[in-house]
């Protein structure tokens, strides 16, 4: 093992460039997938005849397969049908499908979580389902599902390091070729890997968590807060 | 679309395969067998063995799991020590998916109300003894759901074998692709091997989240 070698600031600069690319790419398929997962959760939510069956059947099969078989199918298998991205690309679409898939399942079940009933009072009080949908459903929904959606940005985050099969610099592909120089460098490299990826995931696990807790404090409180009257099991299990 | 080839590389399609539901299986054995063991410790009475616990848990969940493979396919034989893609591939799985089950256990067992807990100690059970037949029966059902979707987890997870050569079902395939070139066609066939062991859990999963829930 040889720390002052493997932390050289030429490495370091270098390790902390890929650790930056691997951010970008975290932060771009954060976006997209958030909004491809929205739109399918709710598709498959408002139950649209036809397309919700394909939606679920399509998300259903990207859940199921490994991310690694989707990364090496968009970057090489897609080019024989005229799709060519580019590393950079062909890592964030794929992110983007799977991550996408995973998070619709998460916004389908929080939208169904929200209690029945209100939904039913809501349209009986001559609200549209549009209305319904935007103005009771999603803002309740919304809040119940942050906790799982921080995990699956952490995975997001996680998963980017599979780029490295396709090449695309990121911290895991620097890391390869700075310990590639030297083989005492491996467990240093490692490590500074690891704290990187452990500082930025356990911040954001952090943050849910405190989310999570002010939103369990709200709904406990009487009369705070429009989560309340949506979650009757919720505060009766809370207070168990 | 031509998939005459594939005929011609069952053998390494099959092998492969094999190979993918022999590190599951050792995968999933030995993270249930680890996770569980965390899982008493983080919720242990004694101080350092849930500090201990929690960091494993919190650290190994917040790294990919590339990484953890990598200390053992590259980092190990560094030092001297020597282990396969294999080997490395499948003890990166557990490592890392014993952490995710630890903490499905966990959150099972605190679920039970801690009243159930006082109840039973005060009736003269031990701690052990209410654990065993007070809290963890009530936290099994609790906790069957995500224990299966971790496992389904491993199971997906298992391609990261294909990167260091672990001779698995995505290893074969890429080795299968680079002969035919008919990229497209092998993925797909891969993919299919992938989802005949991943939807029955995926179903299963579903099934048991339903059935527990109405029951409990």
């Given at each position: 093992m040889d720390f002052a070698g493997a932390f050289s600031s030429d490495n370091l600069l270098f390790l902390l460039k890929g650790f930056g690319m691997t951010l970008i790419v975290a932060a771009v398929a954060i976006v997209l997938s958030f909004i491809l997962g929205t739109a399918l959760g709710l598709i498959r939510y408002s139950?649209?005849?036809?397309?919700?069956t394909l939606t679920m059947l399509v998300v259903e099969t990207i859940r199921n397969l490994p991310l690694l078989l989707i990364i090496?199918?968009?970057?090489?298998?897609?080019?024989?049908?005229?799709?060519?991205l580019s590393t950079f690309w062909a890592a964030v679409v794929a992110l983007t499908l799977f991550e996408g898939a995973m998070i619709s399942e998460i916004v389908r079940s929080g939208l169904q979580s929200v209690n029945k009933g209100l939904v039913e009072a809501a349209r009986s009080s001559g609200l549209t389902q549009a209305q319904t949908l935007r103005h009771v459903v999603l803002p309740i929904g919304m809040r119940r599902m942050v906790p799982p959606l921080v995990s699956q940005f952490i995975s997001l985050l996680k998963d980017t390091s599979l780029a490295v099969v396709i090449s695309l610099p990121e911290l895991m592909h620097s890391a390869n070729i700075v310990y590639g120089h030297d083989v005492s460098y491996v467990f240093p490299v490692l490590l500074l890997a690891a704290v990187l990826y452990f500082a930025v995931n356990y911040s954001l696990s952090l943050l849910s968590k405190r989310l999570e807790s002010n939103e369990g404090a709200r709904r406990r409180t009487p009369g705070a807060g429009k989560g309340k009257p949506a979650a009757p099991a919720a505060t009766a299990k809370a207070q168990a | 679309m031509d998939f005459s080839f594939v005929g011609s590389y069952s053998g390494d399609f099959l092998e492969g395969f094999k190979n993918t539901i022999y590190a599951s299986l050792l995968g999933l054995a030995g993270s249930f067998v680890l996770g569980l063991v965390l899982a008493v410790m983080r919720i242990a009475p004694w101080k350092a063995l849930r500090a201990i616990g929690t960091a494993y848990v919190e650290f190994f969940r917040n790294i990919p799991l590339l990484l953890?493979?990598?200390?053992f396919y590259l980092g190990l034989p560094s030092l001297g020590a020597d282990l396969d893609g294999f080997a490395s591939g499948t003890l990166g799985l557990m490592i890392y998916t014993s952490a995710f089950i630890a903490e499905a256990v966990r959150a099972g067992i605190q679920s039970v109300p801690a009243g159930q807990m006082e109840a039973a100690r005060?009736?003269?059970?031990?701690?052990?003894?209410a654990m065993r037949l007070v809290i963890l029966p009530q936290a099994v059902r609790i906790v069957i759901p995500p224990?299966?979707?971790?496992?389904?987890?491993?199971?997906?997870?298992?391609?990261?074998?294909?990167?260091?050569?672990?001779?698995?079902l995505m290893y074969f395939a890429d080795n299968v692709n680079s002969y035919t070139f008919q990229t497209m066609e092998t993925y797909m066939v891969a993919a299919a091997f992938y989802l005949i062991l991943t939807v029955p859990l995926a179903y299963a999963t579903n099934v048991l989240e339903r059935k527990l829930a109405r029951t409990g």
């Open positions: 139950r649209i005849k036809g397309l919700g090496f199918f968009v970057k090489f298998a897609l080019p024989e049908v005229g799709i060519q | 953890v493979v990598y200390i005060s009736t003269g059970l031990s701690y052990v003894q224990i299966t979707n971790q496992f389904l987890n491993l199971v997906k997870n298992s391609s990261i074998l294909g990167v260091v050569a672990g001779f698995d």
